[in-house]
Antibody, heavy 120, light 110 residues
């Protein structure tokens, strides 16, 4: 059974940088797409972007283009989401999730989530 | 691109049938066979319930089914169970490498 394990909760200040991770189990990590999804406190799901670790082909939501960077290291089965300068409005739970194809299939499984708290 | 439109809430008694709608446009829900539905219990990660409009992943009870008519997709839960109480989100590919979610529906089992 494939699992996605995310890095732990982070507490940062506005203006600081941050990189969170998502590690996949098994030897098929490079052959699936990994997406990041934001959920602000008490709000719904927002798709941020997706990456194919096999060749690092990356697609961003227009809402998040230029605001974050998605990357991956297929040698260690890990995808990343990073910010160069955090804002208080980045406070949210961030999930990574896998998709068998783009845009085919659905998001399954999901990581446990990484809570990012940014103080101003 | 605006979020897909879902009713904020839905409810039903155990054993009943409930349908949750997800309305978009011909550029997303009506234009592609890439509509998915997710269940999220409080404090938990979402779980895939339906993908590609009507397909059900292994392990998802057959009480859950998906359909679409024009620009509106629907998730139907038949034989409602107490454990079905959760938030439900639809999503759709919207072209140009973009994907959007609905605002979510809170399903209450009375």
């Amino acid at each position: 059974e494939v699992q996605l394990v995310q890095s732990g909760a982070e507490v940062k200040k506005s203006g600081e940088s941050l990189k969170i991770s998502c590690k996949g189990s098994g030897n098929t990590f490079s052959t699936y797409w990994i997406a990041w999804v934001r959920q602000m406190p008490g709000k719904g799901l927002e798709w941020m972007g997706v990456i194919y670790p096999g060749d690092s082909d990356t697609r961003y939501s227009p809402s998040f283009q230029g605001q974050v960077t998605i990357s991956a290291d297929k040698s260690i089965n890990t995808a990343y989401l990073q910010w160069s300068s955090l804002k208080a409005s980045d406070t949210a739970m961030y999930y990574c999730t896998r998709r068998s194809g783009w845009p085919t299939g659905g998001f399954d499984p999901w990581g446990q989530g990484t809570l990012v708290t940014v103080s101003s | 691109q605006s979020a897909l439109t879902q009713p904020p809430s839905a409810s039903g008694s155990p054993g009943q049938l409930v349908t949750i709608s997800c309305t978009g446009t011909s550029s997303d829900v009506g234009g592609y066979n890439y509509v998915s539905w997710y269940q999220q219990h409080p404090g938990k990660a979402p779980k895939l319930m339906i993908y590609e409009v009507t397909k059900r992943p292994s392990g998802v009870p057959d009480r859950f089914s998906g359909s679409r008519s024009g620009n509106t997709a629907s998730l139907t839960v038949s034989g409602l169970q107490p454990e079905d109480e959760a938030d439900y989100y639809c999503s759709s590919y919207a072209g140009y490498n973009n994907l959007i979610f609905g605002g979510g529906t809170k399903l209450t089992v009375l």
